[in-house]
């Protein structure tokens, strides 16, 4: 019916164990009807001497005589029999629930795993028009969703329809009428279970989606509560959160309440069944074309045939509803993945931009035509108004991202061809936006390279002017930073990423400069510590103090994407173009803060 091994994403060992767990529940339905026989077969025998009487001539002896006839050897072979299909059903039920729920979980854990490792391999431009909730739902529910079907619904789904059609296929040889009658009514039944599964799909969507929604406005709610706060804009954001908690609810109201309504109907309908099966059965009695005992089998059987059935229909509307999460999780898996060699070595880091273009999402180029030549071993700075386009061109030389139409080239190779982890061997980034994890201060430095000794993570420190406030900390390179650093100042934050590349000791290094005004010790600090970084190596910084690249080897100035000058620093004073304009400016501006203070 449907393609398991895709729908829920299994490896080829969850494929295995999923197959064994359908058989495994197999083996337990089909066991659970071995009592049920032992049970009618006992009362058949416990019968007979009755219907003996029944049918001699001189009528009907008394109870006692007829039940001293009454084969107790047979019944009690029954009650052996009785108690060995009890313990065979015990052992099934055992392995049934091994089978189903280990494996379920053992294998979700491995696609949990994959899941994160898929999308730490996806590009950048994947994240950007995602938003992280969104994710993690996909991280975590859809997991999950995919782990329960997995353990609860898909094996027993598959096994329940294989056992009833083995049961429907043996009732039918016993006696085809009554066969008919006991399933008369299950294509009603199952035809309206499944035929409202498109209202149940829609419905189910839009609850995810309800969801997904309240999960969002609670993560920009903790996230923003500073805004929040400072804005006085409790009333309102809390407002647009009660609001999606609302619609939550009434989503989740519109899903269960319609679907509950389908299998109910659907419920009733198939117990019409036991209805028809007495009619049926006594119209055949009387008309002398049944017996009694088959007459009493059918009758005890229609008391039991539904219940798996029943399972099934409340199932399949769980099942669909989870298909919902299993194709989104299949839409995030099938996501390409940036590929490129692994095996590569570079000894060359000039770096060539050939004639890029670049546009976040089919939106307007915000790169237009660069081409540029880093030298190796010297330091390049890329500097122009806000908005640039300073920190995408840095990305896009990470491969970050790849461009449009162009190529960049380090040491004359393509990175478009090269892995992008493989290329981050050889630079180090440090963002304009410092990510600091919720760890002590060592393990957030020692991210620049794998399993550092301490002494290197504390000389990175030292060198990248940080070791004394560390050691001034509670714990010292042991105190934990609180998420995302919050608890360092912008400033600080910055030394330890510098740090981090430090640490890195990459040959290419990509800085780009924090924006937020540091004070002049700070920023002296910086200096110092970028100065320690930069050394020997090809250097790309983006600097919005220009007076602190005027000794940059090459300055590559940007104006709304487009490549507008490029020279050393005097030649650029000399052109008196844009970046002898804006270097002017701050000038001024620097002499009129200057001024300020000293009338102060
Ligand atoms: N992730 C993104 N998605 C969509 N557009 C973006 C994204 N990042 C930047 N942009 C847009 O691309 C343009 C260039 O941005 P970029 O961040 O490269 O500028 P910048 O020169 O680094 O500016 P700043 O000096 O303020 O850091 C801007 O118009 C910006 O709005
Ligand atoms: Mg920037």
């Known amino acids: 019916m449907f393609d398991v091994k895709n729908l829920l994403g299994l490896s080829d060992e969850g494929y295995k164990n999923y197959k064994r767990a359908v058989r495994a529940v197999v083996v337990s339905n089909l066991c659970m009807f071995l009592p049920f026989v032992v049970i009618v077969q006992s009362i058949i025998t416990l019968l007979a001497p009755l219907m003996a009487a029944a049918a001699a001539p001189g009528g009907v002896a008394s109870a006692a005589a007829v039940f001293a006839g009454v084969d107790r050897t047979r019944l009690m072979y029954y009650l052996g029999l009785g108690l060995v299909s009890a313990a065979l059903y015990f052992f099934a039920y055992r392995n049934e629930y091994r089978k189903t729920y280990t494996t379920a979980y053992a294998e979700s854990e491995k696609i949990r795993l994959e899941v994160a490792e898929h999308i730490r391999r996806l590009p950048l431009s994947f994240f950007n028009n995602k938003d992280l909730s969104e994710l993690t739902t996909n991280m975590m529910a859809d997991c999950t969703a995919v782990e329960h079907a997995m353990s609860h619904i898909v094996p027993t789904l598959a096994g329940g329809i294989i056992t009833d059609t083995v049961v429907c296929v043996l009732l039918a040889v016993y006696d085809w009428r009554m066969a008919l009658a006991l399933f008369a009514s299950l294509p009603l039944s199952l035809g309206l279970i499944l035929g409202s599964r498109k209202l149940q799909a829609v419905l189910g969507e839009r609850h995810v989606q309800a969801k997904l929604a309240v999960s969002g406005q609670v993560q920009e709610y903790l996230e923003g509560i500073k805004v929040v706060k400072a804005f006085g ?121 050939k004639n890029l273009n670049f546009a976040y999402h089919g939106k307007d180029d915000v790169i237009k035509s660069v081409s540029l030549s880093i030298p190796q071993g010297g330091v390049t700075a890329l500097v122009g108004p806000s908005g640039s386009g300073k920190s995408t061109l840095s ?117 780009d400069e924090a924006t937020a005004s540091l004070d002049p010790e700070n920023e002296t600090l910086i200096q110092e510590a970028i100065s320690e970084l930069v050394k020997n190596r090809t250097v790309i910084v ?19 994407g487009r490549l507008v000058e490029e020279g050393s620093g005097q030649e650029l004073l000399a052109a008196n173009g844009l970046f002898a304009r804006l270097y002017r400016i701050q000038q001024e501006n620097l002499g009129w803060t200057a001024g300020r203070k000293a009338s102060a």
């Open 233 to 353: 804009l409790a009333g309102e954001k809390s407002k647009a959160l009660e609001h999606s908690l609302r619609n939550m609810m009434k989503e989740a109201i519109k899903f269960e309440g319609l679907t509950g309504i389908f299998v109910v109907l659907s419920m009733m309908i198939l117990q019409v069944g036991i209805g028809l099966v007495v009619l049926t059965g006594v119209f055949l009695l009387t008309g002398g074309n049944l017996g009694v005992i088959p007459f009493l089998t059918f009758i005890l059987i229609s008391a039991k045939i539904y219940s798996p059935l029943i399972v099934i229909f409340t199932m399949l509307p769980e099942f669909f509803y989870f298909l919902v999460s299993t194709k989104r999780m299949q839409k995030l898996r099938l996501e390409p993945v940036m590929e490129g060699t692994k095996e590569l070595k570079i000894n060359d880091f000039t770096i060539e931009l």
């Open 395 to 511: 990305r896009l030389i990470a491969r970050f991202w790849d461009p449009r139409e162009g190529e960049i080239l380090v040491g004359g190779k393509n990175i478009a061809g090269i892995d992008p982890e493989a290329l981050m061997q050889y630079m180090s980034f440090v963002f304009q936006d410092v990510v600091l994890f919720n760890d002590t201060v060592k393990n957030n430095i020692r991210i620049g390279k794998e399993g550092a000794s301490d002494e290197e993570v504390f000389a990175a420190a030292k060198m990248a002017r940080c070791d004394e406030f560390i050691r001034e900390m509670p714990e010292g390179y042991d105190t934990v930073i609180g998420e995302n650093g919050s608890t360092l100042s912008g400033g600080e934050r910055q030394r330890i990423s510098i740090a981090r590349s430090l640490l890195k000791n990459a040959p290419i290094v990509l800085l």
């Open 542 to 560: 983006i600097a919005h103090r220009l007076r602190t690249v005027l000794g940059a080897d090459k300055i590559a100035v940007l104006e709304n």
